[in-house]
């Protein structure tokens, strides 16, 4: 009798285990959610000098005003020294199926490397494109996960913005 009990007993804790993993997935935030907390993931991180949390963000095929980014390194050793404040003002995206579009002002705090000179500047409209990209949950689990692809900042607003004349 002792060794059914055992097995019943097994075979619950197993089921309630099942379940609760369930859960979770059901559990899902929504997309806007998930976009808004990986943005504000990357920005922290990019104030603590924390590449990876930035990284974790960006698309492989991430590109700035349609050039794209791709000297992943530089962006680790400017992330890691420069430690950048960047404070995007308004997060609402957009969600249309796999892509979704931000667009906010957003202030970049810092100083510019090349001249050593602190800023503080905010560029009235920078567009920001997501899109979900093949990714991993707990690292083993197979899920979309958003990725910043885009980002669109007007030439005339960074003109404006880093006005670096003395």
């Given at each position: 009798m002792?060794?059914?009990?055992?097995?019943?007993?097994?075979?619950?804790?197993?089921l309630l285990i099942v379940g609760r993993v369930a859960l979770h997935f059901v559990r899902t935030p929504d997309d806007k959610t998930l976009i808004h907390e990986a943005l504000m993931r990357s920005v922290d991180a990019s104030r603590q000098g924390e590449p990876d949390g930035v990284l974790e963000l960006f698309s492989r095929n991430l590109e700035v005003n349609d050039i794209r980014v791709g000297n992943r390194k530089e962006m680790i050793?400017?992330?890691?020294?420069?430690?950048?404040?960047?404070?995007?003002?308004?997060?609402?995206?957009?969600?249309?199926?796999?892509e979704a579009s931000l667009v906010s002002p957003v202030r970049i705090l810092g100083t510019v490397p090349i001249i050593n000179r602190e800023i503080d500047v905010t560029v009235p409209e920078v567009?920001?494109?997501f899109q979900k990209e093949s990714g991993t949950r707990w690292g083993i689990v197979p899920t979309k996960v958003w990725k910043l692809t885009k980002v669109y900042l007007p030439q005339e607003a960074l003109e404006q913005a880093f006005d670096l004349s003395f």
């Open positions: 002792g060794g059914k009990v055992w097995i019943v007993l097994s075979g619950v804790l197993a050793d400017f992330i890691k020294k420069q430690k950048p404040n960047i404070e995007v003002q308004k997060v609402e995206p957009l969600v249309n199926g796999d567009t920001f494109v």
